[in-house]
């Protein structure tokens, strides 16, 4: 009897930390990441005034009891009107695309170079790759202002090489856009591309060799369907983080370079708008929430076969 | 497979790979021993904008608030996202569980300024609500940063405990031992290695963010990105370089020795369990 109540007492406790386990993490998140949100999302339907906060209240006690809600859509209806929001989305779509593309041409061969070295070395190139991740993501940006000004040392170099005679305009261009993000978001390209390479079963590389096919048909044919796991993922780490870039474009880009996440921050910090700065975040979400579901989902998958290996 | 290995198109594109990647780092260290002050012209090796950097008082400070943030947010990120690594792998099925792993999934991916003009706009409505932060600073920074990097802590735990099965708890659970006592004495060894990277990582996202601490920082807590960030934006200056310099071997000094401890590690392990093994045999 008592052997069974203290059984009962243990499961109790255990199902208690279960929960326990759970909440803590849980209920941060919720708190501070989901929540927000929904603030977000309220903020968007209020309007700008003068004052703190600088947003009218979305619900009011009027005269007593009445409870008024003050809601309107227009701050969507601006960002529809005003050609900059859409042009500014559109380039930001345009611009994380072609960056996107361009990471894969060249984080693909790296990952596969890397994939296929030895072992020794396989593990140095990959902590080579990580390394960048690792050190500022600001400092790296700001490398490039040095190498890309019209006196800075590409133009220099290109200049003694004799191949120009004049500096080109490189910085505060779109190009100079490209390469920051190509750069800043390479190894998370890299990344995924080289796990699900280096999981290949190499045998069937050498099956469709053997039966006399040529190495480049066999890369089209076998090593890129298997590995379009991988590329999902590492495009979608590049893609979604690099349209709402901020410090990119601001630092390397002109004044024509269109990026909302630049007129987030413009809305925000210089025109002290919240209502119009959280419209334009709730838009940005709307755009990113099939591409994030669709990583998500990726991982989840991920997630089971690892645990079904595990099994 | 050999020839693939020694192809020369892929040791070309590693070549210009790692150099893309490496050469603006090494350039910019070149340059913060450059005499004079224009960044692109070399004028003699000098280490003269060192002694300027450690005389900045804005930046001395700003380096103090970046690192005590830091070290607070990689700590409580370690903490959180180890318990959320264990939910997700351990934990099955519960109500919830595609909404708690959706929010483990989502802030590596959110656009900065997402995250931070949200959070931001969170605090300001529970200070009008209960009070609760009183202002912005240090604090209303440090819970952004845990919020974003301990998604990262729990993404890095849960690959290696799905490395893992779960047969060494199980049998400290049979042999009598309670969950949390087998997550201490035999779980988190396993995992220690992940904690590490995971408070590492965290650490370093902490220390470089500069978008989500713009939105919740206070006038009193200007952290380091947000000084280099407002002097880059005036141009390039050597003591950003000096600075840049410090900040890049400070991490390679630190990553390399934690690859190589942790490499240890493993290597021990490994070579604890063929021993083992070689002994069952012998016995056998």
């Given at each position: 009897m008592i052997a069974r109540a203290g059984q009962w007492v243990t499961e109790v406790l255990q199902a208690?930390?279960?929960?326990?386990?759970?909440?803590?993490?849980?209920?941060?998140?919720?708190?501070?990441?989901?929540?927000?949100?929904?603030?977000?999302?309220?903020?968007?339907?209020?309007?700008?005034?003068?004052?703190?906060?600088?947003?009218?209240?979305?619900?009011?006690?009027?005269?007593?009891?009445?409870?008024?809600?003050?809601?309107?859509?227009?701050?969507?209806?601006?960002?529809?009107?005003?050609?900059?929001?859409?042009?500014?989305?559109?380039?930001?779509?345009?611009?994380?695309?072609?960056?996107?593309?361009?990471?894969?041409?060249?984080?693909?061969?790296?990952?596969?170079?890397?994939?296929?070295?030895?072992?020794?070395?396989?593990?140095?190139?990959?902590?080579?790759?990580?390394?960048?991740?690792?050190?500022?993501?600001?400092?790296?940006?700001?490398?490039?202002?040095?190498?890309?000004?019209?006196?800075?040392?590409?133009?220099?170099?290109?200049?003694?090489?004799?191949?120009?005679?004049?500096?080109?305009?490189?910085?505060?261009?779109?190009?100079?856009?490209?390469?920051?993000?190509?750069?800043?978001?390479?190894?998370?390209?890299?990344?995924?591309?080289?796990?699900?390479?280096?999981?290949?079963?190499?045998?069937?590389?050498?099956?469709?060799?053997?039966?006399?096919?040529?190495?480049?048909?066999?890369?089209?044919?076998?090593?890129?369907?298997?590995?379009?796991?991988?590329?999902?993922?590492?495009?979608?780490?590049?893609?979604?983080?690099?349209?709402?870039?901020?410090?990119?474009?601001?630092?390397?880009?002109?004044?024509?370079?269109?990026?909302?996440?630049?007129?987030?921050?413009?809305?925000?910090f210089n025109n002290r708008d919240w209502p119009v700065a959280s419209a334009v975040a709730i838009a940005m979400l709307v755009l990113l929430v099939a591409p994030i579901v669709f990583f998500q989902r990726y991982r989840m998958r991920q997630d089971e076969k690892a645990r079904e290996a595990a099994l | 497979m050999k020839s693939v290995s020694r192809s020369p198109f892929l040791i070309t594109m590693l070549a210009f790979g790692f150099a893309f990647l490496y050469l603006p780092i090494l350039l910019l260290i070149l340059y913060s021993f450059n005499e004079s002050r224009l960044v692109t012209v070399w004028g003699g090796f000098s280490v003269k904008w060192y002694a300027e950097l450690f005389q900045d008082a804005q930046i001395l400070g700003a380096a103090k608030i970046s690192l005590t943030v830091a070290a607070i947010t990689a700590t409580l990120a370690t903490a959180l996202g180890t318990l959320a690594g264990l939910v997700l792998v351990r934990f099955g099925r519960f109500r919830g569980r595609t909404l708690f792993s959706g929010m483990i999934t989502a802030p590596l991916v959110m656009p900065e300024v997402v995250t931070g003009l949200s959070i931001l706009l969170l605090f300001v409505a529970l200070e009008q609500l209960i009070g609760w932060p009183a202002g912005r600073g240090v604090t209303t920074i440090t819970i952004a940063h845990v919020t974003f990097t301990m998604a990262y802590v729990a993404i890095i735990v849960q690959s290696r405990l799905t490395q893992l099965d779960g047969s060494m708890e199980e049998a400290a659970m049979d042999l009598g031992a309670r969950p949390a006592k087998a997550f201490l004495l035999v779980t988190l060894p396993i995992i220690?290695?992940?904690?590490?990277?995971?408070?590492?990582?965290?650490?370093?996202?902490?220390?470089?963010?500069?978008?989500?601490?713009?939105?919740?920082?206070?006038?009193?807590?200007?952290?380091?990105?947000?000084?280099?960030?407002?002097?880059?934006?005036?141009?390039?200056?050597?003591?950003?370089?000096?600075?840049?310099?410090?900040?890049?071997?400070?991490?390679?000094?630190?990553?390399?020795?934690?690859?190589?401890?942790?490499?240890?590690?493993?290597?021990?392990?490994?070579?604890?369990?063929?021993?083992?093994?070689?002994?069952?045999?012998?016995?056998?």
């Open positions: 208690g930390g279960r929960r326990l386990v759970i909440a803590v993490p849980f209920v941060w998140l919720l708190l501070f990441f989901l929540a927000p949100f929904a603030i977000v999302a309220k903020i968007s339907l209020a309007e700008f005034r003068v004052g703190v906060p600088p947003y009218t209240p979305l619900f009011e006690i009027v005269e007593g009891a009445w409870l008024h809600i003050r809601a309107t859509l227009g701050n969507y209806a601006y960002l529809i009107d005003d050609p900059l929001y859409v042009a500014a989305y559109l380039s930001s779509v345009k611009i994380a695309a072609v960056s996107t593309v361009f990471a894969l041409l060249i984080g693909y061969p790296m990952a596969y170079g890397i994939a296929r070295s030895a072992q020794p070395w396989r593990n140095v190139l990959l902590l080579a790759v990580m390394l960048p991740f690792w050190t500022s993501f600001l400092i790296r940006v700001y490398a490039w202002i040095g190498i890309l000004r019209s006196n800075g040392l590409l133009n220099n170099f290109l200049l003694w090489l004799g191949v120009i005679d004049e500096p080109l305009v490189l910085l505060n261009t779109d190009l100079a856009v490209y390469i920051g993000i190509v750069y800043s978001y390479l190894p998370f390209m890299i990344l995924p591309l080289y796990a699900t390479l280096e999981k290949m079963d190499l045998s069937l590389l050498e099956a469709a060799q053997d039966l006399g096919c040529r190495p480049w048909k066999a890369f089209v044919t076998v090593t890129l369907p298997l590995s379009l796991p991988g590329i999902i993922a590492g495009s979608m780490l590049v893609f979604i983080p690099a349209v709402g870039e901020f410090v990119i474009p601001d630092l390397l880009g002109g004044p024509s370079t269109l990026m909302i996440g630049k007129v987030l921050w413009s809305e925000f | 220690a290695p992940a904690l590490v990277s995971g408070w590492l990582l965290a650490f370093t996202l902490s220390l470089d963010d500069l978008v989500i601490a713009s939105f919740a920082a206070g006038p009193d807590s200007t952290t380091l990105p947000m000084v280099v960030f407002s002097s880059v934006r005036l141009g390039v200056s050597p003591k950003i370089n000096a600075l840049a310099t410090l900040l890049v071997l400070g991490a390679t000094i630190i990553i390399i020795g934690a690859a190589w401890f942790m490499h240890r590690q493993d290597r021990d392990r490994d070579r604890a369990v063929a021993r083992a093994m070689a002994e069952q045999k012998d016995r056998e």
